[in-house]
């Protein structure tokens, strides 16, 4: 299943499919993205980062794409289980001098069906 | 759990009562954030310290709102003559920066969630 960020909040699919959610970000200049992971109740969670110099990396079961022309960011799912539901948010960074200050994207709801 | 944690985790208060949370970060960490977050959107950036210094503020931090780090460990946000707007979920975040690798992976407490009637 395939998100596009803002025009398209929730995604569904089924355990064990691959999820892709996407984000466009704003700021040309911003040169390092992260990927946040929120449950229900809870505060944002760090899942991957990238920084601009990259185009890809890959962790346990997520990968992030960065493609810096279009100013668009994914988070790829492989086998996506029930505890990957969550709200998942991308977020640049548009600091400087060292400091480290977010602007989060809108969110995209995941749902994983057993 | 991050081993960030806030208190309380719910606050009901009437507009026009001063409120204060509280956020203790992970204790190695030296850098500290505050956040806003309102429903169905992400966290929007209120201000940060290192140590006890508090090195930026957003816009959105209205003359209403006050942070302290005093010592450069836990940290509190004041409310003042809360309004009703101010109703949000207030989520605190430490890091550890250093010379070499810059700020790192920000922690998230549970938030604060604030309910102004």
């Known amino acids: 299943g395939e998100s596009v960020g803002l025009h398209l909040p929730t995604l569904s699919v089924q355990e064990g499919d691959n999820s892709i959610i996407n984000c466009a970000y704003s700021n040309s200049a911003s040169d390092y993205f992260i990927w946040y992971k929120q449950e229900s109740g809870k505060g944002p969670q760090f899942i991957i980062d990238i920084r601009s110099n990259m185009d890809k990396r890959q962790g346990q079961r997520v990968t992030v794409l960065l493609n810096k022309t279009v100013k668009h960011l994914s988070l790829q799912i492989a086998a996506t289980q029930p505890g990957d539901s969550a709200v998942y948010f991308c977020?640049?960074?548009?600091?400087?001098?060292?400091?480290?200050?977010?602007?989060f994207g809108r969110g995209t709801s995941l749902i994983v069906h057993p | 759990d991050t081993g960030v944690s806030q208190d309380p985790r719910h606050k009901i208060t009437k507009r026009g009562q001063n409120v204060t949370f509280r956020c203790d970060p992970i204790?190695?960490?030296?850098?500290l954030y505050w956040y806003r977050q309102t429903l169905g959107q992400g966290p929007e950036f209120l201000t940060y310290?290192?140590?006890?210094?508090?090195?930026?503020k957003s816009r959105l931090l209205s003359d209403r709102f006050s942070a302290e780090r005093p010592k450069g460990s836990f940290s509190t946000l004041e409310i003042q003559r809360t309004e009703q707007g101010d109703s949000a979920m207030y989520l605190c975040?430490?890091?550890?920066?250093?010379?070499?690798?810059?700020?790192?992976?920000?922690?998230f407490g549970p938030g604060t969630r604030l309910t102004v009637l």
């Open positions: 204790s190695e960490h030296n850098r």
């Open positions: 977020a640049e960074n548009i600091g400087s001098g060292g400091s480290y200050i977010p602007t």
């Open positions: 975040a430490s890091s550890l920066v250093s010379r070499t690798s810059g700020d790192n992976e920000q922690f």
């Open positions: 310290f290192q140590n006890e210094a508090q090195l930026e």
